[in-house]
């Protein structure tokens, strides 16, 4: 990375300021040796085609970040970097050709980076070993491993011949959920799922340790288990205290929503509570309580934000109140208290907390008075809001977008409803591949583009379970 770290900012006060930095991760080997049989514990829907989700699907999206973030590494440059013959190497973190940009910023660089450190090297290795349950040998024989090709392994789970050693992490795609930028803070995850572990670890190690977070380290938040933690009884997930980043937004300046959900208990939420009021990051903390299922493992699955007055959600986590008693069958059978959202507004000030009826309520407030929109609210319902496509679309992430920029944002093509919707409410939608042509042509400027859905191919990420939320960690987003 060549940037100096006197000039590397970590700063995100919004969901929807123009994004300028941002950590992914571009599907690894390892994600081509999730077995049926795994598939579940590994937290995937299916198994993936790799070649296609790598070619035809997340490589547009390394193009387009591209084109909004670092455009000097791919315009006028598109037609060689597509070529055959170079044989996408400039999407390869290990090859000379790769884009190693310093604002599209791949985490197995900073990995690569931070392993050649001889004394981290040990300390990883051993760390990694020691979780995994590996041998000695095979300890020492990764401290002696080339730093780029160590990263390299110790995210496949493979080594260079080819011979697993551990489990991949396939689920590191989804960068968001191992941290989050709060202000010029950066909260780290304490993952529920053990299928998530060694991707924290790994995002600790680089974080303390990379020279690029040096400015940085004081602002790193982790989780700790409390003492009582300790001596609680059980394993039951309601006790432990996890968080994970797909549960954190960063709303406003002052103001984080914390999702207690499948993956974020309320003991992690609390602590992650804590930890921001202690430092003084914010001084509001909206806690939202979603149902506990698979299908909404984490808040960014059933919401995300797409300009200051305007949101994307599955209706029937929104309106809390009018959910309940709508038929008669919702008096005769009360649904259980975990399928029922809850909204919590808590105060660094100690001052009483706030309920709201519905997630509407919330957002409404958070558009006019947090970022200070004149204009009305505006909800666009996955699935347009209609049973069965509103929980078809949400289960492939209809509600999960990354806004590039204010009104600008990424979504799955497959989710049709959802894409009326959008158009319904005023949105240009536009494939990704003509986008990206006309990116490079010059018939549109990435400054000038406003009101979009832009629509990526999906047939095999969605089958990972996340979208483009999820798919990115951004760390420098301007202020609206
Ligand atoms: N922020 C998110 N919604 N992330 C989606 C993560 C999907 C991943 N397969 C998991 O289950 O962990």
């Not at 085609?49 to 490589?59: A, F, G, N, Q, V």
């Not at 699935?383 to 920029?405: H, M």
Request: proline content about 4%; overall charge negative; some cysteine.
């Amino acid at each position: 990375m060549s940037e100096k770290n006197e000039h590397f900012k970590v700063q995100v006060n919004t969901e929807i300021g123009r994004l300028r930095k941002l950590l992914i991760h571009s599907p690894d080997s390892g994600i081509g040796k999730v077995v049926p049989s795994k598939a579940q514990d590994w937290l995937f829907e299916d198994i993936v085609h790799l070649d296609t989700i790598r070619k035809d699907e997340y490589d547009y999206y390394v193009k387009l970040l591209m084109y909004f973030l670092d455009p000097d590494k791919i315009k006028g440059k598109l037609a060689d970097i597509d070529s055959e013959k170079a044989e996408r190497n400039f999407f390869k973190p290990d090859n000379k050709d790769f884009h190693a940009s310093a604002n599209v910023i791949e985490l197995q660089q900073l990995l690569g980076e931070v392993l050649a450190d001889t004394t981290i090297r040990k300390k990883l290795a051993a760390s990694v070993c020691a979780i995994e349950g590996c041998t000695y040998k095979l300890q020492l024989q990764l401290i002696d491993t080339d730093p780029k090709e160590l990263a390299k392994t110790l995210i496949s789970g493979s080594l260079p011949d080819g011979r697993m050693i551990f489990s991949p992490i396939p689920n590191l795609i989804f960068t968001r959920d191992v941290g989050t930028t709060i202000n010029n803070f950066i909260l780290l995850n304490k993952p529920a799922k053990k299928a998530r572990v060694r991707e924290s670890l790994l995002m600790r190690y680089i974080f303390f340790n990379h020279n690029l977070f040096e400015n940085y380290r004081d602002n790193i938040l982790e989780i700790p288990d409390g003492e009582h933690h300790f001596l609680r009884p059980g394993e039951e997930m309601e006790n432990r205290t996890t968080l994970e980043g797909g549960d954190v937004m960063m709303i406003s300046k002052n103001h984080v929503l914390i999702g207690c959900s499948e993956r974020t208990s309320p003991y992690g939420a609390n602590e992650a509570m804590k930890l921001l009021f202690d430092n003084n990051v914010v001084e509001k903390v909206t806690v939202v309580r979603i149902p506990n299922k698979r299908d909404f493992m984490h808040l960014d699955t059933v919401f995300t934000q797409v300009k200051r007055n305007t949101w994307v959600l599955l209706h029937s986590i929104a309106s809390v109140e009018e959910n309940k008693q709508q038929n008669p069958i919702d008096f005769l059978v009360q649904p259980e208290p975990k399928e029922q959202t809850e909204i919590i507004q808590f105060y660094k000030d100690k001052s009483a907390p706030k309920h709201y009826k519905s997630m509407e309520e919330l957002f409404e407030d958070i558009s006019k008075k947090d970022l200070k929109s004149t204009e009305p609210t505006k909800f666009i319902y996955s699935g347009s809001g209609v049973f069965p496509y509103d929980a078809r679309e949400q289960w492939t992430d209809s509600c999960n977008l990354l806004a590039i920029k204010e009104g600008v944002v990424l979504g799955y093509d497959r989710n049709d409803k959802t894409v009326e919707a959008f158009k319904n409410n005023g949105f240009n939608v536009v494939n990704v591949k003509d986008l990206i042509n006309d990116l490079e042509s010059g018939k549109v400027n990435a400054d000038e583009l406003t009101d979009t859905l832009i629509l990526m191919p999906s047939a095999e990420l969605s089958r990972a379970r996340g979208g483009f939320h999820c798919m990115s960690f951004p760390i420098l987003r301007d202020d609206i």
